[in-house]
C-alpha cells in the first residue's frame, strides 16, 4: 500500500521530472514551443510544438541531458506575476500565453524557475533538480493541443520517474514483461486474429484457431447461462421505428442510432437496434401473464 504521502511525493517528484525534461529538450531543440506538462498515474509527460518528430536517439539524448541538469543541482524557485508582465514573459510561448489568457481574472500566476529554465506552472515541486535521479523516457507520440482534433498535432514525450532506483527497475521490467503479454503481438504471432487496412485496423478477422476459441467459449457460456436457469431468446437486429418511438429510443437517441431508409420518403423505416430491451418487451407480451 503506498500511504498518501508518499503518493503526493510522487506525484511532486514526477511533476518535477516533467520540468526538467522539457527544460533538457529546449537546450537540445532551442525551437521547440513548449505546451503542458503534467505528472500522471504511471509517470509523466510533455507536450512541444515542434516541427521535428523526436526519435528514439532523441529520447537518448534528451535523457542525457536531464542528467547534467540533476547534477548542476539547480534551484527550484517559485514566484508570481501580475498577468500583463506573466505574458510579457511568456511573449515567445504561444501555448503559455494562450493558458494565462483563459485563467479567471483573480488567478494567482505563477512560474516556476530552474536555472535559464522558467515554467508557467501550480506547482508545487521539489527543491532541487538533484533530487531526479531515478527517471526513464518512454515514447514520443502525437497529441492534440488540448485534445481537440481540430487544434495542431504536438509532439508528447512520456517518462516516468520514481522516488528510488529499484522502484524504477521494477517498472520498467513490468513493462517489459506486459509487451511480451501484449494481445495484439501475441494474437497475431498465434494466428488468432488478423486485420486488414481495408476493413479497418479495429475490426480482426478472426482466423479459423481464433474462430474456435469464440466458438468454444460461446458454446461454455451457453451451457452456463442454461445451467442456471436462463431463458435463451433471439430477436431481429434491426425494428421499425415505430418501436423505438415506443422505447424512447427515437427521441433521444436518433442521431446516434444507425438508420435505413428516409423518413421523409418512406412508409416505413427501419434501424439497427442499438440495445435489446425493447425487443424484449415484445418478446414479454407475448402471452398473457399474471
Ligand atoms: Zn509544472
Known amino acids: ?45 510533455y507536450d512541444f510544438d515542434s516541427e521535428h518528430k523526436f526519435t528514439p536517439d532523441d529520447l537518448e539524448d534528451i535523457e542525457k541531458e536531464m542528467k547534467k541538469i540533476a547534477k548542476e543541482n539547480l534551484k527550484i524557485e517559485r514566484f508570481e506575476l501580475p498577468r500583463e508582465e506573466a505574458l510579457e514573459l511568456m511573449k515567445d510561448e504561444p501555448y503559455k500565453c ?25 506547482g508545487p515541486h521539489v527543491n532541487y533538480t ?9 515514447s514520443a507520440t502525437g497529441a492534440y493541443w488540448r485534445g481537440n482534433e481540430k487544434n495542431k498535432m504536438l509532439q508528447r514525450i512520456y517518462g516516468t520517474a520514481f522516488l528510488t532506483k529499484p522502484e524504477l527497475e521494477e517498472h520498467l521490467n513490468q513493462l517489459e514483461e506486459a509487451k511480451k503479454r501484449d494481445h495484439n503481438k501475441l494474437g497475431r504471432e498465434l494466428e488468432l486474429f ?8 479495429g475490426l480482426p478477422i478472426l482466423l ?9 467459449l460461446q458454446r ?8 442456471r436457469g436462463w431463458q435463451l ?26 438508420i435505413l431508409g428516409d423518413e421523409e420518403k418512406d412508409d416505413e423505416v427501419f434501424a439497427l437496434r442499438p440495445m435489446t430491451c425493447p425487443f424484449q418487451y415484445q418478446a414479454y407480451l407475448n402471452r398473457g401473464r399474471s
Open 233 to 258: 431468446t433471439k430477436t431481429p437486429l434491426m425494428a421499425k421505428s415505430d418501436l423505438y418511438k415506443l422505447s424512447g429510443h427515437w427521441g433521444h437517441y436518433k442521431e446516434g442510432m444507425f
Open 130 to 138: 538533484s533530487k531526479i535521479k531515478a527517471y526513464k523516457l518512454l
Open 1 to 45: 500500500m503506498i500511504k498518501m504521502s508518499e503518493m503526493n511525493e510522487l506525484q511532486t517528484l514526477r511533476h518535477t521530472a516533467s520540468h526538467v525534461m522539457a527544460q533538457a529538450v529546449k537546450r537540445l531543440f532551442p525551437e521547440v514551443k513548449l505546451a503542458i506538462g503534467p505528472a500522471i498515474d504511471t509517470g509523466f509527460y
Open 194 to 201: 488478423t486485420t486488414s487496412d481495408l476493413i479497418g485496423q
Open 98 to 122: 494562450e493558458l494565462i489568457r483563459d485563467l479567471p481574472e483573480d488567478a494567482v500566476i505563477s512560474f516556476y524557475k530552474q536555472g535559464e529554465f522558467t515554467d508557467l506552472c501550480a
Open 220 to 227: 461454455f457460456v451457453e451451457d452456463e447461462e442454461q445451467k
Open 208 to 216: 479459423p484457431k481464433g474462430a474456435r476459441v469464440i466458438q468454444l
